[in-house]
Nanobody
Framework: QVQLVESGGGFVQAGGSLRLSCAAS????????MGWFRQAPGKERESVAA????????FYADTVKGRFTISRDNAKNTVYLQMNSLKSEDTAVYYC?????????????????WGQGTQVTVSS
């Protein structure tokens, strides 16, 4: 069982930055692929970024490529999402997710554990 707690969401003006963190419980964090997803009102949950257990493989959605950076610190059981040049369309609830895997996972259905979500609001 893995418990995930996100933090770092908030309100920011367009062009600004936020850094999301996701702290995971347990002693086997380094065996989990991690992902960040988001869901805006009336829309389906979508993948934003994902990282393999070692951090060697990373995925970004085209909509955030070049603006967002995912990273992880296995010693701290934490995954991060640095979000720069934020746009109003980035407004959503952002979720952290984990799954036992040796590769990077993109599809939400592949993830077994989810955090409670953190709201990111970008004003234009």
């Amino acid at each position: 069982q893995v418990q995930l707690v996100e933090s770092g969401g908030g309100f920011v003006q367009a062009g600004g930055s936020l850094r999301l963190s996701c702290a995971a419980s347990g002693r086997t964090f380094s065996m989990y692929a991690m992902g960040w997803f988001r869901q805006a009102p009336g829309k389906e949950r979508e993948s934003v970024a994902a990282i393999s257990p070692s951090g060697g493989r990373i995925f970004y959605a085209d909509t955030v490529k070049g603006r967002f950076t995912i990273s992880r610190d296995n010693a701290k059981n934490t995954v991060y999402l640095q979000m720069n040049s934020l746009k109003s369309e980035d407004t959503a609830v952002y979720y952290c997710a984990a799954t036992r895997s040796v590769i990077v996972e993109v599809t939400p259905a592949r993830y077994a554990y989810w955090g409670q979500g953190t709201q990111v609001t970008v004003s234009s």
